[in-house]
């Protein structure tokens, strides 16, 4: 099987991840005040994973369905040989080939790669289209634009259990 990552040049890095930026307002952030970490467009739902990283000792357990929701979706949003962009506000961003992956098990270091497990995970479109953001510290998964939003509708089936925000509001008053 080929590769699921690819390299991107440096410069190409630079541009998608400045277009991200700045398409969506992401802002890094730990604390509460801070969240949510992009302008979460319309349509757009963010999930709660609080209770997957609260799940000690079957975090694993957890997190691999969630992590293959992303897979499912992301598979969904693209034909075979599409590729999108896995942005890393710390590490260099890479191409992701979600056609290339049917199980997570398939994808080397999936609970950091696929899942916000210390760093955000953000997959996008090339063009912004679609994307999904992982975020670590608040513990979330956001699906953004139609077609990431209609896949996850169709691919969850109770993996992904408490809605935070619907396009950007929150669904409930804590």
């Known amino acids: 099987m080929d590769s699921v990552w690819g390299e991107l040049e440096h ?4 541009a998608l991840w400045a277009d991200f930026a700045a398409t969506f307002g992401f ?6 005040s801070d969240w949510p970490a992009i302008d979460e467009p319309v349509p757009s739902l963010t999930w709660d994973l609080a209770q ?5 000792d079957r975090f694993t357990e957890l997190a691999r ?3 293959q929701v992303v897979c499912d979706v992301l598979r969904a949003c693209t034909v075979p040989d599409e590729s999108v962009i896995h942005h890393d506000w710390v590490h260099p961003s890479v191409v992701f080939r979600p056609h290339r992956v049917i199980r997570v098990d398939d994808v080397a270091n999936w609970e950091t790669s696929l899942f916000p497990n210390g760093d955000y995970s953000i997959f996008v479109a090339c063009d912004l289209a679609f994307g999904v953001l992982g975020h670590p510290w608040e513990q979330s998964l ?3 634009g139609a077609p990431a939003v209609e896949a996850v ?16 509001q929150p669904t409930s008053i804590p």
Do not use: K, S, Y
């Open 27 to 32: 802002r890094a952030g730990t604390e509460p």
């Open 65 to 67: 369905p969630v992590a």
């Open 153 to 168: 509708t169709e691919v969850n089936t109770g993996r992904l259990t408490t809605l935070l925000r619907r396009d950007g």
């Open 11 to 14: 410069e190409a890095e630079r």
């Open 52 to 56: 997957v990283f609260a799940a000690g």
């Open 142 to 144: 956001c699906f953004f």
